[in-house]
C-alpha cells in the first residue's frame, strides 16, 4: 500500500512561486507508476493540474498551468515535485497528488481512476 504525503503549500503573493512535494512511501514506486497533481478550489470541481510517469519521466499539463508549472520525480527519495511558478489569484485551491501503479499508455486525467492519495495542501495566492 503505497501512502502520500503532501507538503509545500502556503501563502504567496501573485506573481510568486512554490514548490510542493508528494512523498511516498511503502513500496518504491515502480517505472509504471503514474503520478498526478490535481487540485480543488472552494466551490470548484476538481481539476487535473499534471502527471508524469515515474519512468522515463515525461510530463503532460493542463493549458491552465502549462508553461508556469513543472512536475518532477526523485528516485532516490520517491517524491514528485511541482514547482510553481508565476502564480495567480485563480490557482488558489488545495492541491492533492494521487498515484497509480498502471494507468496504461494514454494519459490520464482524471483522478479517480487513480489508486492512492495524499491529504492535500493547501496554496492561496494573493492579488
Known amino acids: 500500500q503505497v501512502q502520500l504525503v503532501e507538503s509545500g503549500g502556503g501563502l504567496v503573493q501573485a506573481g510568486g512561486s512554490l514548490r510542493l512535494s508528494c512523498a511516498a512511501s511503502?513500496?518504491?514506486?515502480?517505472?509504471?507508476?503514474?503520478v498526478g497533481w490535481f487540485r480543488q478550489a472552494p466551490g470548484k470541481e476538481r481539476e487535473f493540474v499534471a502527471t508524469i510517469r515515474w519512468s522515463p519521466g515525461t510530463t503532460y499539463y493542463s493549458d491552465a498551468v502549462k508553461g508556469r508549472f513543472t512536475i518532477s520525480r526523485e528516485y532516490a527519495k520517491n517524491t514528485v515535485y511541482l514547482q510553481m511558478n508565476s502564480l495567480k489569484p485563480e490557482d488558489t485551491a488545495v492541491y492533492y497528488c494521487r498515484a497509480h501503479p498502471n494507468l496504461g499508455s494514454t494519459w490520464v486525467r482524471e483522478a479517480a481512476l487513480y489508486a492512492y492519495w495524499g491529504q492535500g495542501t493547501q496554496v492561496t495566492v494573493s492579488s
Open positions: 511503502g513500496p518504491t514506486l515502480s517505472s509504471s507508476y503514474m
